[in-house]
């Protein structure tokens, strides 16, 4: 089941993301940031209960811009359809809210460009963006690709 998060998802969503974060898979987050952004995120549960195995998180940049970010499945349910659907899911999201171009920043972008994304040149990207990036442990050597798609 896909649904939004709610402020009692952020601790296991934290979990869900540092566990990945461990593995460099993702960009690690802090708890308090989570609280702040819990609307950007969207979860998938285990059928009948509310076991999070995957989250992902919606964030809105510009107008007609948005990010796709801390797209986690728990390995336990990796290879299954999770993160395809979630991904459909905050392409939806972005349909609604009429945006024109959502874009991801991924350093592996197989299941992204599954889902219909194309790999960019990150000097594509506004310079809002690169706000967010002064602050990240990989700045100024990011391994990760920019990808983007039409929602």
């Not at 993301?17 to 609307?39: M, P």
């Not at 350093?107 to 809002?128: I, Y």
Request: aromatic share 6%.
């Amino acid at each position: 089941m896909i649904r939004k998060a709610t402020l009692r998802d952020v601790r296991a969503i934290h979990r869900l993301i540092s566990e990945q974060a461990k593995d460099g898979h993702i960009l690690l987050r802090a708890l308090t940031e989570l609280y702040a952004q819990v609307r950007d995120f969207t979860v998938h549960c285990v059928d009948g209960s509310d076991e999070i195995v995957g989250c992902g998180a919606l964030h809105f940049v510009w107008e007609d811009l948005a990010e796709v970010r801390s797209l986690a499945v728990t390995t336990n349910y990796q290879h299954k359809g999770i993160g395809a659907e979630l991904i459909e899911a905050l392409l939806e999201e972005a349909r609604q809210m009429e945006v024109k171009q959502v874009f991801v920043l991924a350093n592996r972008t197989s299941l992204f460009e599954r889902c219909g994304f194309a790999v960019m040149e990150k000097n594509l990207l506004p310079h809002k963006i690169w706000a967010d990036c002064l602050r990240c442990t990989k700045f100024p050597d990011c391994d990760e690709i920019a990808l983007a798609r039409t929602p």
